[in-house]
């Protein structure tokens, strides 16, 4: 008998691991693929540093992934990003335009960087610095990401910034994501303030302490992996490879598609919903019929090395997001060789492009040679870069982005309300879809656990 049983290996099942450990509670995570660490994924290839997915996470604002880092022992191996070419773009009226100085993600700190700004018309600048003057919203309830900013800060701030800053993250509709699962900060800052740009004011910017990092984002000399193979090194329980399981009965038995079966005192679910679905399926059918309500994006990125002395566009920045309105196939870009350090050999720097999302999924399952000739023009189109990549990989990410879709907490207690006290629902499918949310996540359903234990 397993105590615990985790599913799924990704980086929530990881953490989870570790609690239980630090607990000296015995446990059988179980990954139904030949490796751990689910969406963070890196590749070395001829000197270049590729990410599937993320390459880097928050550490100041979200703490949790970087204190558990500090656990680990891993911050010796941990890198920041570039701070003295952090510029980053917009793509818009088909040209790359700087961001205006001042922007935190919606809100214009800096009122005169705004107002040089050729982003928006003079009206739309004119809007979203009177967000001072908005009353604050009266009903209750959820409301739509897209409604909460075209409300506060008007239509052009929704598709120049809201969009591609805030939805961009889900690579979501920002008029069906729920404003209380994905920036509920804002929402607090509204209620307290009034306005969030009297709250952003009023809000004293923590003091970094001498072992917090010192850039928003941090990662590894050798890319996010180093993340997991750090985690893999500290685990010392039951981990097993290639162990895709079949279903779960009601006498808290995991069983296995090869026939085992493998008796548990609690189970902690961390696979996407559309996964946990069928899992569940004979144990509680109203959790599974509820599952299918919880709505995936797929996307996809390329990866494209170049020569540096082919490259005629300066990579003076992290890259670029996409304005709404913009007709382009592209979602963003990321300048990984001027983001972060060693990510491309001498004479040499690499780009991803994202594809997918809510506009454009159908481009995820064109085949390899038509992905990466569409990411060629696109940014052709956007950058004049005519050049051969050296190195091209292609990362698709199949009903990988959850939508937490308006109402999505309410769903999601009602969920969980559905589940027998030994089984835990966690993970990016419902409280939180960065690396620090999934942290926090399984540390948190692992102490679920053991009082469950």
């Known amino acids: 008998m397993a105590r615990v049983v985790i599913i799924g290996g990704g980086i929530t099942g990881l953490a989870a691991a570790w609690e239980l450990q630090k607990n000296g509670v015995d446990y059988t995570l179980l990954e139904a693929s030949e490796r751990l660490g689910g969406k963070i994924k890196t590749e070395q290839v001829d000197g270049f540093i590729l990410e599937g997915a993320a390459d880097s996470f928050l ?53 005169d960087g705004l107002l040089e700004s050729e982003l928006l018309t003079e009206e739309g600048k004119r809007r979203m610095l009177a967000e001072t003057e908005v009353p604050p919203r009266t009903e209750q309830g ?24 805030l939805a961009g993250i889900y690579v979501g509709n920002p008029e069906t994501l729920s404003m209380q699962a994905t920036f509920p900060n804002y929402l607090k ?4 303030y009034g306005s969030l740009i009297n709250g952003f004011q009023n809000t004293p910017v ?19 992996s180093e993340f997991i193979e750090g985690i893999r090194a500290k685990l010392t329980g039951d981990i097993r490879l290639n162990q ?36 569940v399926a004979e144990l509680s059918p109203e959790l599974a019929r509820g599952l299918r309500e919880i709505r995936t994006i797929s996307s996809a990125t390329v990866s494209l ?54 506009r454009g999924e159908s481009d995820v399952f064109l085949n390899d040679a038509e992905i990466i000739a569409l990411a060629r023009a696109e940014i052709k189109k956007a950058m004049g870069i005519t050049a051969s990549p050296v190195l091209t ?9 959850t939508q937490y879709e308006v109402g999505h907490f309410e769903r999601v207690a009602r969920y969980k309300g559905y589940c027998p006290p030994w089984l835990l629902l966690t993970g990016a499918s419902y409280d939180g879809v960065g690396i ?13 656990a053991l009082e469950v234990l």
């Open 59 to 111: 550490g100041q604002q979200k703490p949790w992934a970087w204190q558990f880092c500090q656990e680990l022992g891993l911050t010796d191996r941990m890198i920041g990003t570039n701070e003295q070419q952090r510029n980053v773009y917009v793509l818009q009226d088909g040209r790359l335009q700087l961001m205006p100085r001042g922007m935190r993600l919606i809100i214009p700190a800096d009122p």
């Open 142 to 165: 959820d409301e739509s990401l897209g409604s909460f900013i075209r409300r506060r800060f008007g239509q052009e701030a929704l598709d120049v910034f809201g969009e591609p800053l």
């Open 189 to 192: 800052m509204e209620e307290k």
């Open 206 to 224: 923590p003091t970094p302490t001498a072992d917090m990092p010192k850039t928003v984002f941090v990662s590894f000399r050798n890319g996010m």
């Open 244 to 279: 895709k399981v079949s279903h779960i009965s009601l006498d808290k038995v995991v069983h296995l598609a090869s026939g085992e079966k493998i008796q548990a005192e609690a189970i902690v679910l961390t696979t996407p919903a559309y996964v946990t679905r069928e899992l």
């Open 305 to 358: 090395g170049f020569k540096a002395d082919e490259i005629n566009y300066p990579l003076d920045g992290f890259g670029f997001v996409v304005s709404s309105k913009e007709p382009t196939h592209l979602v963003a870009s990321t300048w990984n060789s001027t983001k972060l350090a060693g990510r491309a050999p001498a004479g040499h720097v690499l780009m991803r492009v994202f594809l997918g999302g809510h």
């Open 393 to 401: 990989r292609i990362y698709r990410w199949i009903n990988a982005n």
């Open 436 to 448: 620090p949310d999934c942290v926090r996540q399984g540390r948190a359903t692992a102490r679920q």
